[in-house]
């Protein structure tokens, strides 16, 4: 089992800079792949960035590379989604997910674990 606790989000204005955090616990949470996704009232979650479990693979969708990254804390078992230059495009509710497995993957369908989401809302 693995159990994925979400913070970070909030207000922002456009240009502003956030970090999500997300850890993860439980008996199966060392070596796993991780990931953001982010789902917006109406329309489907929609992948973010993702990290494998070795922590040496990282890919982030093509619309946010630029703007977003997704760093390791291994220390503490966590992975960061650092947004910059935020725009009210962004705004949405952000999920941590984890695989059961190392490999990275930007298939919401291979995620079997979740997060409960944490909102982010870019307004000016």
């Known amino acids: 089992q693995v159990h994925l606790e979400e913070s970070g989000g909030g207000a922002a204005q456009p240009g502003d800079s956030l970090r999500l955090s997300c850890t993860a616990s439980?008996?199966?949470?060392?070596?796993?792949?991780m990931a953001w996704f982010r789902e917006v009232p109406g329309q489907e979650r929609e992948f973010v960035a993702t990290i494998s479990g070795s922590a040496k693979a990282t890919y982030v969708a093509d619309s946010l590379k630029g703007r977003f990254t997704i760093t390791p804390d291994n220390t503490k078992n966590t992975v960061y989604l650092n947004m910059d230059s935020v725009q009210p495009e962004d705004t949405a509710v952000y999920y941590c997910a984890a695989r059961s497995g190392p490999f990275a993957s930007a298939r919401r369908i291979d995620y079997v674990y979740w997060g409960q989401g944490t909102q982010v809302t870019v307004s000016s």
């Open positions: 439980g008996s199966d949470s060392n070596n796993v792949a």
